[in-house]
């Protein structure tokens, strides 16, 4: 059974830019969670897919959006980046209605 | 609204010694409370989780203790050892709702 992996580990970006970060579920897993975690915080959910279509959405804005595959892999997509993105990005998998979310390693985002 | 708080902030625990991090939460629909254990530069591992309808739960060393009627929960680790030196995350979800709530988290530190 393989954990959930992510990529890139880092990135940077200058403000304005776009991003896109990759996620790799759980094997078996099909249900896809992203979170944002600022420096010193926890992690925030920003939004959450399964079977492909989007299933609930945090406090942030449009120009974060997403996607998952049929394969329950998914994407996230960070248009118009500002300073404030840096973070590091976390997916989560898990299998529907099971609370247990197992969470990758994370993209570190910086923006400058 | 922070939905989940969290204490202390940072801990420092002598090896042997009990660690105890506390959570409140304000949602009464929030029916799911697992800790998640952070180290520097890795995504967040579950430790353990429990329900409301029991008031402790352990495994090994960890234990939570759960009051509903004062809407709090805590983690105790007991005989820390440096290992346990990590970032530790209290959450919250409603049952069968994975979308996780954070805690801010609290950085633990055992000293030899």
């Known amino acids: 059974e393989t954990g959930v992996t992510q990529s890139p580990t880092h990135l940077i970006k200058t403000r304005g830019q776009q991003v896109t970060l990759r996620c790799s579920s759980q094997?078996?897993?099909?249900?896809v969670s992203w979170y944002q975690q600022a420096l010193g915080q926890g992690p925030q959910f920003i939004f959450q897919?399964?079977?492909?279509?989007?299933?609930g959405r945090g406090n942030f804005p449009p120009r974060f959006s997403g996607l998952q595959f049929p394969n329950y892999s998914s994407e996230l997509n960070v248009n118009a980046l500002e300073l404030d993105d840096s973070a590091l990005y976390l997916c989560?998998?898990?299998?529907?209605?099971?609370?247990?979310?197992?969470f990758g390693p994370g993209t570190r985002l910086l923006v400058l | 609204q922070q939905q989940v708080k969290q204490s202390p902030q940072s801990l420092i625990v002598q090896k042997g010694g009990i660690s105890i991090i506390n959570c409140a939460y304000e949602n009464t629909a929030f029916d799911y409370f697992p800790w998640y254990q952070q180290f520097p530069g890795k995504g967040p591992a579950l430790l353990i989780a429990i329900r409301p309808d029991v008031s402790e739960k352990k495994e090994g060393r960890f234990t939570i203790s759960f009051n509903k009627s004062a809407k709090q929960f805590s983690l105790h680790i007991m005989d820390s050892q440096p290992g346990d030196s990590a970032t530790y995350f209290c959450?919250?979800?409603?049952?069968?709702?994975?979308?996780?709530?954070f805690g801010t988290g609290t950085r633990l530190t055992i000293i030899p």
């Open positions: 959450a919250a979800t409603p049952f069968g709702n994975e979308k996780l709530t």
């Open positions: 897919y399964y079977r492909e279509e989007e299933n």
């Open positions: 989560a998998s898990s299998w529907t209605d099971q609370e247990t979310q197992y």
């Open positions: 094997s078996g897993h099909n249900t």
